[in-house]
């Protein structure tokens, strides 16, 4: 069973900052790497979406690198803003299942 | 289209009472799961549907959770009796794809059993 795991569970930083998250994947054998953003008290947004073909997607502020040989993704938030504050999730998509595998998330606080 | 909708937002139970949750998925979406988040674990998948026949049920806790989609714009997940640990935001997310493309996911039940 895939195991989806991100460190550090909460970070936080000043406002203009770049920061990276962290996603690793035990099973590398993924359709897709999707990464999340949850706010307090609402669902899940999603952010980016790489799939398994792919090395990395941009959206803005926001990039997510795939490299699925060594079981790693990260999302990369450029000049963060305080309205970038909330919990981010990665979760990996599998071919011989339809459900996602989720990681525990990384909360993030961008102090102004 | 409003999204996945689910109903209701918060639900206070006592030990030992039926619980009833409810999804309403986006048109057209072929697939519909329900997840359940805790602090401990995180967001596990509890059931998905594929064309409301349910595929995956291996993550359901035990015999006292059951859930339904008697079609295709309507899902329950019901708790009979329920207990203090079941206590948790469930979430429901819909699909058009598989394989983890183009999820939607509805605001979740905050649900507390005391």
């Known amino acids: 069973k895939q195991e989806v795991t991100q460190i550090p569970a909460a970070l936080s930083v000043p406002e203009g900052e770049n920061l990276v998250l962290n996603c690793s994947f035990t099973?590398?054998?993924?359709?897709?790497l999707q990464w999340f953003r949850q706010d307090p008290g609402k669902g899940l947004t999603s952010l980016l979406l790489?799939?398994?073909?792919?090395r990395e997607q941009t959206s803005g502020r926001l990039n997510a690198s795939l490299d699925k040989s060594s079981g790693r993704s990260t999302l990369y938030i450029a000049a963060s803003q305080p309205g970038d504050s909330a919990t981010y999730l990665c979760a990996s998509g599998e071919g011989g299942a339809n459900n996602l595998f989720f990681g525990t998330g990384t909360r993030l606080t961008v102090i102004p | 289209d409003a999204g996945v909708i689910q109903s209701p937002r918060h639900e206070v139970t006592e030990m030992g009472q039926e619980v009833t949750l409810r999804c309403k998925p986006i048109s057209g979406h072929d697939y519909l799961f329900w997840y359940r988040q805790t602090m401990m674990r995180g967001l596990e998948l509890l059931i998905y549907?594929?064309?409301?026949?349910?595929?995956?049920d291996s993550g359901m806790p035990e015999d006292r959770f059951s859930a339904k989609m008697p079609n295709a714009s309507f899902s329950t997940l019901k708790i009979q009796p329920s207990e203090p640990r079941d206590s948790a935001v469930y979430f429901c997310a819909s699909s058009a794809l598989p394989s983890g493309y183009g999820y939607t996911f509805g605001s979740g039940t905050r649900l507390t059993v005391v």
């Open positions: 790489i799939q398994s073909s792919q």
């Open positions: 549907f594929n064309n409301n026949v349910p595929i995956d």
């Open positions: 099973d590398s054998a993924i359709y897709n």
